[in-house]
């Protein structure tokens, strides 16, 4: 099995935390989600961060706590939806491990996608939820290395994805 970061990419709600937590104790390894540590590291929620300082400041942030990680021993990385979609990310990323995009139709993710809980998305629609998802989703496939398919549940995804990662040399 490989001693790299493994980074998950993918729209917010395809799953990306929990598998990432799963898999992680599956492995043994640390978890880390960014926008949780990005949070950690300015003292306020990522709303907070957004409203105050703006959304090019936490994007600077998302980098700077990518950076960190990737010094430290292999861990399974849950990143922002937006993470991927700044080629510096996806270079560091590249260089220190593999990507896997875990892709959720976009009907599952609208049926159970909580937008107060998305900075991008706060007070927001379903469209604005769609329109996330055309604008990212073409960076997510660019940058991954894997796919996983997540339609089939929690138990079907974490499973395939234990698999997946077990089976990467």
């Known amino acids: 099995m490989i001693q790299m970061h493994i980074f998950l990419v993918g729209m917010a709600g395809a799953g990306k935390t929990s598998l990432g937590r799963r898999l992680a104790q599956n492995l043994n390894w640390p978890f880390v989600d960014t926008d949780q540590r990005v949070s950690e590291m300015m003292g306020m929620t990522v709303n907070e961060i957004f409203s105050t300082f703006g959304e090019a400041f936490f994007r600077n942030a998302e980098t700077g706590a990518l950076v960190e990680l990737v010094g430290q021993a292999p861990c399974v990385v ?43 998305l706060a007070g927001g629609s379903h469209e604005d939820v769609i329109d996330q998802y055309n604008r990212c989703i073409g960076h997510y496939r660019a940058a991954a290395d894997y796919r996983l398919d997540n339609s089939k549940g929690f138990v079907v995804g974490i499973k395939n994805l234990t698999e997946l990662v077990e089976g990467i040399e």
């Open 78 to 120: 849950s990143t922002g939806g937006e993470l991927c979609t700044f080629n510096e990310n996806v270079t560091i990323m590249k260089n220190h491990g593999i990507i896997i995009h875990i892709d959720r139709p976009l009907d599952q993710i609208l049926s159970d996608i909580k937008t107060d809980r998305r900075p991008l």
